[in-house]
């Protein structure tokens, strides 16, 4: 654990009396990440923030037992870990006060909508920096969320496309082609990479589009990861590519903060 500063308390006389007065109490954080560099690091560079009191850091098997121990205010979370979702997920479900923040978040629908059903209640992108981190921290605490423009669209974008999609994964919605079209949509793969994955023409991947997007009733590409999630109640982490898709979705780079 990487030991963080201690909350001061200054005495003022008044009128020959000792009156208490105190500086606003830092927020309290744990930093939690499965490499031991990355979350000293994060928390060297935070610990100069006097609003901020990095009590300790903690790997994603022991960060329950850290919550426990310490009673942070905000947990900030590495999403580029393997299993960061259910990281987060699991300490929300432990500690219901808990703020749970998340380091190294791509802007892209996919990856947000599971982050907000986690119960994440901040997102840092990668190329943050530290002021930048603790803006967030100290928004997520206060109830409200600090993005950039593509953040808030790609949010509205996501709720929009939940909001639409049926209740329930209808089997007759899409044709097996559709779906394996639509699974290679939801890895972010553009019409060409499609076309040579399945050895098809990008025109006839291209009318397959357009139909899965007509089917499902959306209006962008981008909204079909969100509806295959919500139609078969299946909660992908978004960071861990499937073996059954010919290409890599690609990981958020390392945020440098």
Same mark, same amino acid.
């Given at each position: ?30 930093? @939690? ?20 009191? @990095? ?18 205010? @905000? ?48 997102? @840092? ?133």
């Amino acid at each position: 654990m990487l030991p963080g500063k201690v909350a001061s308390e200054d005495y003022r006389s008044t009128d020959g009396e000792h009156a208490e007065w105190s500086q606003p109490r830092p927020v309290s954080m744990l930093v @939690v990440s499965d490499v031991r560099l990355v979350r000293e690091g994060i928390a060297q560079a935070l610990n100069d923030d006097e609003t901020l009191l @990095v009590m300790g850091t903690a790997a994603p098997d022991v960060a329950g037992e850290a919550v426990s121990r310490f009673m942070p205010d @905000v947990a900030l979370v590495d999403m580029r870990m393997s299993g960061a979702l259910d990281t987060a997920r699991s300490l929300r479900s432990a500690h219901s006060r808990l703020v749970v923040v998340a380091l190294g978040v791509a802007e892209a629908d996919t990856v947000l909508l599971p982050c907000a059903q986690a119960g994440i209640a901040g997102f @840092v992108t990668p190329g943050a920096t530290s002021a930048e981190v603790g803006k967030a921290v100290h928004s997520a605490v206060r109830g409200e969320l600090v993005c950039t423009p593509r953040f808030a669209g790609l949010l509205l974008s996501s709720i929009g496309a939940l909001a639409g999609a049926p209740s329930q994964a209808d089997p007759d919605a899409l044709t097996p082609r559709e779906h394996e079209i639509a699974a290679l949509l939801r890895e972010g793969l553009s019409n060409k990479q499609i076309a040579f994955a399945l050895g098809i023409q990008n025109a006839t991947v291209k009318n397959h589009v357009h139909n899965v997007l007509g089917k499902l009733r959306l209006t962008r590409r981008s909204q079909v990861g969100v509806w295959l999630r919500n139609a078969s109640g299946v909660d992908r982490d978004p960071f861990r590519h499937s073996p059954h898709t010919p290409f890599a979705m690609p990981r958020p780079a390392m945020a440098q903060v």
